[in-house]
């Protein structure tokens, strides 16, 4: 794995050349890091768009989308869910259940609704409310194409970060400094970074007075728990409200902001070691585009930079990606009587990843940290798991799956192998020892005659299981772990 990042400083638009074109490798690349993978039927269609076209339309697409449907509880108190004969945490897996349908179906909507639930985060388990839940995902998915400005404003008074960050305990009588703390260090500063203790505190009482609530119902604002005294926030002195403190947040503190949210965007979508001066020129882009989320996505991934194939191989896919993108990128069904959903929670959880409920309130650091003497082996066992549930749903999945990777003529073992391996995995030179196994493995008990004699061909009963093995087989090498 590359620890340098090397890749072109460039963040012009990429465009294509003979040197470096604009290939299935790079719509695979797209795909892997904006949404959770693809399928090979869709690969040549994207090939017709320009770099610039394709990137506009996912955005574009995402932005177009609707948050998702209310499942019927979405605005239920207490008291609704106490007379439900349900409990809360059934409600909440439907709701985890929907959100791996969501990931599945819309890409990059989705990709960014769990990069932002892993920024502003709550943990459902602290406050165990499943409208508050689903509320705070919709908020999510409404701001994650708008401006980051707007999104800190309203992901404040959310009522599920209300409640997570103790703002609904925030009254005049006595302040509670949770939410205030957060906001600078994890949301919009970066720890330690341009404010001080008194900032703190001074903000934590102009963010006072959300604390009215009927039956476990939504969260307002009353003027009785509100200080109106004088706060001294940044420097600056005034009777100062909730607003008042994304508007001076916001104007004192902009560089800081820039750098510390593309930072992490950069770390997310292009490459955990930083390039600073690319991230520098983001700033600067973002700030001077008033914070719109949607210019400064399009900004990035139309880049040089993003394409550069340095960037391949560098990011460790999280348990999400892994379930998610095996299942996009194989297209297979699995058996009737199996509950989906429910694995994906279950299995995810099992790996460190339980969708809306981070580990903690800086979420789940990801990357390496994925990856542990302990999650290796889970991962290869969910692996083998729902690679046989794909078998005994259809074991002709798996032949149908080769004749579109390879085509209906092809004959030779290692060639067949290469071309499922630059379909599985990120551009990489492999080892030849592991091209080698994986050829070995692909025969499998074939003799070595039929295939130079012509006696095999891919329309043999034997090519489910060869397939079957072969993707095992790839699938526990290092590097189908990276993305």
């Not at 955990?272 to 990035?300: A, G, T």
């Not at 390496?368 to 003497?373: F, V």
Request: proline fraction near 4%; hydrophobic fraction near 35%; charged fraction near 25%.
């Amino acid at each position: 794995m590359k620890k340098n990042n090397c890749a072109n400083l460039s963040l012009s638009e990429f465009i294509p050349s003979d040197q470096n074109p604009w290939d299935e490798k790079k719509i695979l690349f797209l795909f892997r890091r904006l949404g959770f993978g693809i399928d090979k039927s869709n690969i040549n269609a994207y090939l017709n768009y320009s770099p610039q076209d394709l990137i506009d339309k996912i955005v574009d697409d995402a932005k177009n989308l609707v948050v998702s449907p209310d499942p019927g509880w979405k605005d239920w108190n207490s008291i609704d869910f106490n007379n439900s004969g349900k409990n809360r945490g059934a409600f909440f897996r439907d709701h985890q259940r929907l959100v791996f349908d969501d990931f599945l179906k819309n890409s990059f909507r989705e990709r960014l609704t769990l990069f932002w639930s892993n920024h502003f985060v709550t943990e459902y388990y602290m406050y165990n409310h499943p409208a508050y839940a689903f509320r705070y995902y919709n908020n999510i998915q409404k701001n994650v194409l708008g401006n980051f400005k707007e999104f800190v404003r309203e992901i404040g008074l959310d009522d599920a970060m209300l409640m997570y960050l103790n703002g609904f305990e925030n009254k005049n009588s006595k302040p509670n400094e949770n939410y205030s703390r957060e906001l600078y260090e994890l949301f919009t500063l970066g720890e330690g970074n341009g404010y001080t203790q008194e900032d703190i505190t001074e903000t934590s009482r102009a963010l006072t007075g959300y604390n009215t609530r009927t039956n476990q119902g939504p969260i307002s604002f009353n003027d009785r728990w509100y200080d109106d005294g004088e706060k001294t926030i940044f420097g600056k002195t005034g009777n100062w409200d909730y607003d008042d403190v994304i508007e001076i947040l916001f104007e004192e503190k902009k560089e800081l902001i820039g750098k510390f949210i593309c930072t992490k965007l950069y770390k997310y979508f292009i490459n955990p070691n930083v390039n600073e001066e690319v991230v520098s020129h983001l700033s600067n882009y973002f700030i001077e585009n008033n914070f719109s989320l949607e210019l400064l996505y399009k900004k990035i991934f139309k880049s040089e930079h993003f394409f550069d194939s340095f960037n391949n191989n560098v990011i460790v896919k999280s348990p999400v990606d892994l379930l998610c993108s095996l299942f996009i990128q194989l297209d297979f069904e699995v058996p009737e009587n199996f509950n989906l959903g429910n694995y994906f929670i279950y299995k995810s959880r099992d790996m460190g990843q339980e969708v809306l409920n981070p580990v903690d309130v800086a979420g789940w650091q990801g990357n390496h940290d994925w990856i542990s003497t302990g999650s290796l082996p889970m991962r290869w066992d969910f692996i083998d798991d729902i690679l046989w549930k794909f078998w005994q749903k259809d074991k002709f999945q798996y032949q149908k799956f080769l004749k579109s990777i390879v085509g209906e003529n092809e004959t030779n073992p290692q060639t067949i192998v290469k071309k499922v391996i630059d379909f599985m995995f990120c551009d990489y030179d492999i080892k030849e020892e592991d091209l080698l196994d994986a050829t070995e493995v692909f025969k499998s008990e074939v003799p070595d005659i039929y295939y130079e004699d012509g006696t095999w061909n891919i329309n043999d009963d034997t090519v489910p299981q060869q397939t079957y093995r072969l993707i095992g087989f790839l699938t526990k090498l290092p590097e189908y772990q990276l993305k």
